[in-house]
């Protein structure tokens, strides 16, 4: 057999029998990406080039407009940063389009009685981890792998188990959000979180699975999915004003934008701990860290944190983790996104040309960081929404995000392996 299997209860990724003509794309794909056999961590990169459209993301987007229709429900939608950079492939518009304004507004033609930016969630994972990796750092509790990427995860549970604790305890921006949503954002507008639906739009169809270990994600859909509801919907996306993220969870930094690039994480991370360590702005290569920038599958550097150095590290594709894997514990802090370029590349984002993939992820690389350089705020810690946020969980004492665990962070134990394993579709 040519192919890869998927089996019918993998939550991520679909195949169309009667499309597969078994030519072996699928099986090229998953070994230059992942090469761990037939075995499956949810990226979806087999989606991107299956050349007859056999694979697809296993489609939620007509349960959202079910409820939708409920007017009993509040149905509040998050997007990913990598969305807006990748939307316009399916509207004409050139490789990397930064088209944020007309994204919310198709979100809101669409019916969500709130459309939120997950840049937000993004800052809350910065302030998290930028805080936890000084703590690691002071106890000498060394490598720290981000924890964002949900096929990284899966992965760390399917083949290190021993090394599970060298994951941040942070959750992923988007489990954060959705966190975020049925606490925060429900007693400020006092809405019975029993009657809030909350989407997260990503490029990513491994997020589908995550949803076993942050069940405050009612709903994932995908770049993809979202294209078919503007299109079934009738809604001409080219001729769409502007319109601004809904206040509250609304906007992030300009370093929660570059988390959809592999290594926009780190960079931004880096920022915030700086500070939190030394109390001044961090220096501007900071701000432009080209060695952990761009396409690269390993990317590495040492930086100058001012009372002492990191040793840091920036990895895309399961593959190149495995290849290196030995040699990570010399680092400190480590990025691992498992798709190429990171989450612009996601196996969620629209169908383009297979010859032209490496090329338009670099575009949605290039626009994201534009959008970080023309952001007025690049650092997590001043966005106002943030500092409200937390001056409203703590001081108030409304929700406490330190004392309550499961808002923002997640010990990984063995004990999740099971569910997680299972929700990939694959045992």
Known sequence: MNRIEIKEDNVSINRIEERCINCGMCKKTCESINNIGNDCVNCGQCIMTCPTGALTPKYNYKEVLNYIKDTNKTVVVFVAPAVRVAIGDSFGYKPGEFLEGKLVSALKD?????????????????????????????????????????????????????????????????????????????????????????????????????????????????????????????????????????????????????????????????????????????????????????????????????????????????????????KLKDYDFIEIMSCPGGCIGGGGQPLVAIKDLENIRKERIKSLYIGDKQQKIKESYLNPEIIDAYNFCINKGKVNLHTNHNILAKNFTNNDKKSIMNEGGKK
């Open 110 to 326: 669409i019916g969500f009685n709130y459309v939120f930016d997950t840049t937000f969630g993004a800052d809350l994972t910065i302030m998290e981890e930028a805080q936890e990796l000084l703590e690691r750092i002071k106890n000498k509790n060394t490598p720290m792998f981000t924890s964002c990427c949900p096929s990284w995860v899966l992965y760390m549970y399917k083949y290190h188990l021993n090394d599970i604790s060298k994951l941040s305890t942070c959750k992923s921006p988007i489990a954060m959000q959705a966190a975020m949503i049925k606490t925060y954002f429900a007693q400020n507008y006092d809405i019975d979180s029993e009657n809030i639906i909350s989407v997260s739009l990503t490029p990513c169809v491994s997020k589908k699975s995550e949803r076993e270990l942050y069940p405050d994600t009612d709903i994932v859909i995908t770049s993809s999915e979202l294209i078919l509801m503007i299109k079934e919907l009738g809604i001409d996306f080219n001729a769409l004003e502007d319109k601004e993220f809904d206040k509250l969870l609304g906007k992030g930094s300009g370093g929660g934008l570059i988390f959809g690039a592999s290594g926009g994480v780190m960079e931004s991370v880096l920022r915030t701990a700086y500070y939190m360590l030394n109390k001044i702005k961090a220096p501007q290569e900071f701000y432009q860290l080209e060695s952990i920038r761009g396409d690269n599958e390993f990317k590495e550097t040492i930086v100058d944190m001012k009372q002492f150095k990191l040793k840091i590290a920036s990895l895309s594709k399961i593959k190149t983790v495995i290849e290196n894997y030995d």
